[in-house]
């Protein structure tokens, strides 16, 4: 009866019974979906926002289906204009699998666990040497180069796993469950999706909210590889390669509000003719690294599609080509760092307030993921600080050595305020209980500070920041 029902849905969406998906038919078609000159800029714009104003866990947020990400969802997705709901497609292809097939499913939640914690693990050591940079801490682009190539190994290991389990559940698929499989795809592109569920009850699965969350990545995922092309696989958006900046979770904070072209246009408006042409080279240099990165992931999804057609998926060339496309995209992470740091270091104080502005119109995303080590939680948290206490900054002083520092004596800043310099006449030297007092309210505890920083409410990031301080004496 349900399987009745489910065809009938279909046929209410096409002049047939049932419809094979075509690429022709696509609402968009997504060659003409290239990453430019224009596409790139308007990433790295965005991403000197969201990097040189953000926090450890805005760079590390990675919203779902973003790692391991060689299974067409993107391209499906964007084909459909953005119409289709990757929880809808799940729950559409979770109905048409049966029970030994979306067992298969749930066996790969737990397979893929190790793995895919290995990626996070990987991409974080990424993120951490980023925000090195930002502090000035010492790395070679060499150095950052092998954590990009580790990061793509174990990212290309996890999509083996995943393309194994894809492959055993489409060889027991039948040809009735193909053609489902396919009139979802079509009705989903042709943006008739939301039609099937009259149709089509959901399979009952108990899981914890996490696994939930990922059975729906992993369902979506089988629906766009197993009814997809090699074109489908291969697309990929600009904001996939380099992604260690922060800009997704500043999206997400905005419930999609935000968008690249938009906050672009913002940040370069701020900016001199200078140092738009610093970011817009980086772009440039970008481009033919871009296309590196299609062919190499091009090659590791040859690898990972024979899996379809029931054939082993060859190790080995996993492994080199997922170092090859990790290195790559550490060489774009690269130059687009070092650009936005070239960036930074020519701002000027109303310049830094207006990039600071701007990111307060959305809302941040909390600091779940710092470390629970004080000082390493303290580092992280004043990558934010270092936007405007950077050694070669002329915005403010110094904070090398702050603790036990007389207050306003930082012999090469300066544009202290009268608010401070009076403030110095009683309160001679910067302990650790004045700074927290600081980092907790600048403007409270110093009405008329040139300081922007509205200041850190949490009492443990507060004594994490001064515990970091501490350690730069």
């Known amino acids: 009866m349900r399987i009745f029902r489910f065809v009938l849905a279909i046929a209410l969406l096409a002049s047939s019974s ?3 998906a075509k690429d022709s038919d696509m609402i968009r078609d997504i ?17 000197t926002l969201s990097w040189l104003t953000g926090s450890s866990s805005n760079n590390d947020y990675m919203s779902v289906g973003r790692m391991a990400n060689y299974f067409g969802f993107v391209g499906l997705r964007v084909a459909s204009g953005h119409s289709l709901s990757r929880s809808q497609v799940a729950k559409q292809t979770l109905s048409v699998l049966d029970s030994q097939q979306r067992n298969t499913l749930l066996a790969l939640l737990e397979q893929q666990k190790t793995p895919f914690e290995q990626v996070a693990k990987s991409r974080f050591a990424m993120n951490r040497a980023l925000e090195g940079l930002l502090i000035g801490e010492s790395i070679s682009e060499e150095e950052f180069l092998e ?3 580790r990061y793509g190994q174990h990212e290309a290991q996890l999509g083996e796993i995943i393309a194994e389990a894809f492959g055993k559940i489409i060889q027991t698929l039948t040809a009735e469950q193909k053609q489902q ?11 008739k999706g939301q039609e099937l569920a009259k149709g089509n009850s959901k399979p009952k699965i108990k899981l914890n909210k996490n696994d939930k969350k990922e059975l729906t990545n992993l369902a979506a995922r089988f629906l766009s590889w197993s009814t997809g092309s090699e074109a489908f696989n291969d697309f990929e958006v600009v904001g996939k390669p380099s992604q260690h900046f922060g800009f ?3 999206r997400m904070a905005s419930n999609h509000g935000v968008k690249r072209g938009q906050v672009s246009k913002e940040v370069m408006s701020l900016l001199t003719a200078d140092q738009r042409k610093v970011l817009e080279q980086a772009a440039k240099s970008n481009i033919d690294e871009f296309n590196r990165f299609i062919e190499q992931r091009g090659k590791l999804m040859r690898n990972l599609e024979v899996a379809q057609n029931g054939q082993s998926i060859e190790t080995e060339k996993v492994l080199r080509y997922g170092r090859e496309v990790g290195k790559v995209e550490a060489s774009m992470t690269w130059s687009q760092a070092m650009a936005m740091l070239k960036v930074r270091a020519s701002l000027t104080d109303e310049q830094s307030q207006s990039l600071l502005s701007i990111r307060n119109k959305y809302t941040a995303v909390g600091d779940q993921n710092l470390p629970k080590n004080s000082v390493e939680r303290g580092r992280q948290l004043y990558s934010q600080c270092s936007l405007c206490h950077s050694d070669s900054s002329t915005t403010a002083p110094n904070l090398n050595s702050i603790v036990g520092r007389k207050v ?7 544009n202290y305020s009268k608010a401070i310099i009076d403030f110095s006449g009683s309160h001679k030297v910067w302990t650790e209980p004045l700074l927290k007092q600081f980092i907790a309210s600048p403007k409270a505890l110093i009405p008329g500070t040139y300081m922007g920083f509205t200041g850190l409410r949490n009492t443990q990031d507060q004594q994490a920041l001064v515990d970091y301080l501490s350690s730069l004496n």
């Open 248 to 250: 997704v979770s500043l």
């Open 181 to 191: 499989l396919d009139a979802i795809r079509y009705a989903h592109l042709n943006g």
């Open 18 to 20: 049932v419809v094979m």
């Open 31 to 47: 060659t003409r979906e290239q990453v430019d000159e224009k596409a790139l800029t308007d990433a790295i714009a965005s991403r």
């Open 408 to 414: 306003a004596s930082d012999d090469s800043y300066n």
């Open 147 to 149: 954590l990009g190539k």
